[in-house]
T-cell receptor, first 113, second 116 residues
Framework: GESVGLHLPTLSVQEGDNSIINCAYSNSASDYFIWYKQESGKGPQFIIDIRSNMDKRQGQRVTVLLNKTVKHLSLQIAATQPGDSAVYFCAENITNTGNQFYFGTGTSLTVIP | GAVVSQHPSWVICKSGTSVKIECRSLDFQATTMFWYRQFPKQSLMLMATSNEGSKATYEQGVEKDKFLINHASLTLSTLTVTSAHPEDSSFYIC????????????FGPGTRLTVL
């Protein structure tokens, strides 16, 4: 079956540094990916998405990189701030399953002031 | 845009009672909504897919009679936990699919259910 996993369950970074959160997926048929941020006690919040016809996409302080060859994507957060502390999930969409998203286990990011 | 709300945000109930959770897409129509369950420090577990005007599609292992889903309109889906028991205590999150090129899902804020 499909699996979406994250390399590191926890990540601590100093405020102001850049953060990189990684995600591996197993299904080469996946063509759409989303990064979500979930703060404690809240629902996941959409951060940025990328389609499989792209290698890189940038948002405000965030960049998502997609490497289809090794089925890997990453989320880069520039100048990490305390408000970035949260759990980050990557979600994989496989179109032939009715647009159901599969989620990884999540990476907990802690920003040290 | 693309705001999804849930109500209530937190509910505490006695064992044996039924609890209804509402999920609304506030500024868009959602023909498909999804219901997830999340345990502490774990990922989201898809429970069912709610389709407007038709029966929900449940994931394997999810009891249909236990978790009743009604997608009454293009902006509202409800999840009713029937005869709730302490093991049903969890964080329930809905999402609504915004139709378009990529069919992005937007999540509600979640509902914390505590069954005593």
């Amino acid at each position: 079956g499909e699996s979406v996993g994250l390399h590191l369950p926890t990540l601590s970074v100093q405020e102001g540094d850049n953060s990189i959160i990684n995600c591996a997926y197993s299904n080469s048929a996946s063509d759409y990916f989303i990064w979500y941020k979930q703060e404690s006690g809240k629902g996941p919040q959409f951060i940025i998405d990328i389609r499989s016809n792209m290698d890189k996409r940038q948002g405000q302080r965030v960049t998502v990189l997609l490497n289809k060859t090794v089925k890997h994507l990453s989320l880069q957060i520039a100048a990490t701030q305390p408000g970035d502390s949260a759990v980050y999930f990557c979600a994989e969409n496989i179109t032939n399953t009715g647009n159901q998203f599969y989620f990884g286990t999540g990476t907990s990011l802690t920003v040290i002031p | 845009g693309a705001v999804v709300s849930q109500h209530p945000s937190w509910v505490i109930c006695k064992s044996g009672t039924s609890v209804k959770i509402e999920c609304r897409s506030l500024d868009f129509q959602a023909t498909t909504m999804f219901w997830y369950r999340q345990f502490p420090k774990q990922s989201l577990m898809l429970m069912a897919t709610s389709n407007e005007g038709s029966k929900a599609t449940y994931e394997q292992g999810v009891e249909k009679d236990k978790f009743l889903i009604n997608h009454a309109s293009l902006t509202l889906s409800t999840l009713t936990v029937t005869s709730a028991h302490p093991e049903d205590s969890s964080f329930y999150i809905c999402s609504a699919r915004l139709r378009g090129v990529t069919d992005t899902q937007y999540f509600g804020p979640g509902t914390r259910l505590t069954v005593l």
